[in-house]
């Protein structure tokens, strides 16, 4: 059987570091926050190179707390792309606000750049660019359009640790940066973990405040917070790893290119990378208009695959009821009815990679 990924190759490759790290954490008594989640958050933030990381219990939280720090909220409206994970529109409304969906770029999956000034209302407030698969959106467009209607940048990095836009790394680009540590993710913890960066002292000052109960002086709320704080051993789990996070995604790279090398021959959709862009490869996307019959011939042969995401978000249960509909964005809609994961993992091994191109060259045949 061939996983899509495979979390305990990677815990086995450095196992001694992460027991050690552990083993530590449990001698040190200390489980939230502290000085575990302070060195990590440092070294997200010089990785990244802004100047503060907020280490939270998760991605969706990351989004959440970052509108909240941004005052967004009933009566306003935030920009998405209509090709994304759910947390992104999910965490939108949860705050009051409106998901306002742009359709996505047909190759490369990210927020179409010349749709987004169209969607923008008097009661638009920020856009939420997705770094969907690893592939870095068009940033430089979104923040120039962001500057020119005073609109905020939150960008979701949860799939794209260590991507890069024109040289410089996603998360770092905007206003805020959301990170989400899943153990899945090309950072992955062994539970959920997230993390928020930003350059702005007091938007951190506010978002730390918000991950413990509103609190500048405990017990004291302030406002209406959460409690989202960083696990010490999470934290602790994720700076072993962290070292290795580069050569990781290289890994990743260097798997998807020889998937695209293999596999475009065979007239499959392969994913693109923008000449702007350093793609992490958090997923190898290919598509296929026969995408369920593809994935059930893998099956057979033994082989993982999966769909990320077979609804888009605005026809989902909650969107529905802003009056989102089927035939609202076409690009997303073909994309979840076509697009495929393949497994990739750092740690997938060629004569793995060769077995799951031997299978798609059966079928394609
Ligand atoms: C694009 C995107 N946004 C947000 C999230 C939420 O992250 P988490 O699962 O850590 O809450 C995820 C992760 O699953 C994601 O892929």
Known sequence: MISLVDLTAQYHSIKQEIDAAVLATLESGHFILGPQVTKFEESVAAYLGVSHAVGLASGTDALVIALRALN??????????AYTFFATAGTVMSVGAKPVFVDVHPRSYEINVTEIESAIT???????????????AEMNPILEI?????????EDNAQGFGAEYLGRKTGSLGDIGCLSFFPTKNLGAFGDAGMIVTDDPALAERMKMLRAHGWKKKYYSEEVGYNSRLDALQAAIL??????ADSWNNARRALAQRYTEHLAPLGVVTPIEEEWGRHVYHLYIIRSEKR?????????????SDVYYPLPPHLSVPCRAFGY???????AEKAAKETLALPLYPELTQSQ?????????????
């Open 325 to 331: 509909k089927e035939g609202d964005f076409p690009h």
């Open 292 to 304: 369920d019959e593809l994935q059930a011939f893998l099956k057979q042969k033994g082989i993982a």
């Open 239 to 244: 700076q072993a790893k962290f070292p290795y």
């Open 72 to 81: 967004i909220g009933a009566g306003d409206e935030v920009i998405i792309p």
């Open 146 to 154: 962001a500057r020119k209607h005073n609109l905020k940048v939150i």
């Open 353 to 365: 990679q060769d077995e799951v191109i031997a299978a798609i060259a059966e079928f394609s045949r």
């Open 122 to 136: 008097e009661k638009t407030r920020a856009i939420i660019p997705v770094h969907l698969y690893g592939h870095p």
